[in-house]
């Protein structure tokens, strides 16, 4: 402090430390429009291969089929996932790991061997939906979600 002192006088240090806690605070009160701009990008290369991966799958499709499009070479940056047995009902196609818990992972449900569920979640929790996803499909309206894909809502209502 006596460096600065020396330097700028006190006026001179109180006026760096006033620049430097407006920044501060301007940055804390910029981060939600920071974050609004991030979220209206254009989706990354593998968001774009799962979303037309999407698009591909019919309904009835047998998970045989399914192996077979994702190993068809249309859809190298997607990473079949293995979270459970195979023969649970759910199979999880995920995005390669981004940071902030960006990665989106489409959950395939399959009832006696035929596609009847699509839903995208983000890798870290199966329980929110990503902004800028398609709305979860379900081929047949008595196909129960599993419990650990049902969408959270927050308390605030938010």
């Not at 920071?34 to 209206?40: H, S």
């Not at 192996?67 to 940056?77: A, F, H, P, R």
């Not at 979600?145 to 809502?153: A, D, N, T, V």
Request: with cysteine; net charge negative; charged share 25%.
């Amino acid at each position: 402090m006596k460096i600065l002192t020396r330097k700028l006088g006190w006026l001179g240090v109180c006026v760096v430390l006033a620049i430097l806690l407006i920044a501060l605070v301007g940055l804390y009160y910029l981060r939600p429009f920071a974050g609004r701009f991030l979220d209206n990008l254009s989706p990354s290369q593998p968001k774009v291969e799962l979303l037309a991966f999407w698009d591909e799958l019919d309904w009835g499709e047998g998970l045989e089929n399914v192996e077979e499009i994702l190993q068809s070479g249309k859809y190298s940056q997607l990473r079949p996932q293995q979270y459970g047995p195979r023969g649970a009902g759910v199979w999880t196609i995920g995005t390669p790991s981004e940071w902030g818990a960006k990665n989106w992972v489409l959950c395939l449900q399959f009832d006696e061997g035929a596609l009847v569920a699509k839903r995208i979640r983000i890798q870290d929790t199966a329980r929110i939906h990503p902004r800028g996803a398609p709305d979860d499909e379900v081929s047949q309206a008595d196909v129960p979600c599993p419990s650990w894909l049902e969408i959270w809502k927050p308390r605030d209502g938010s």
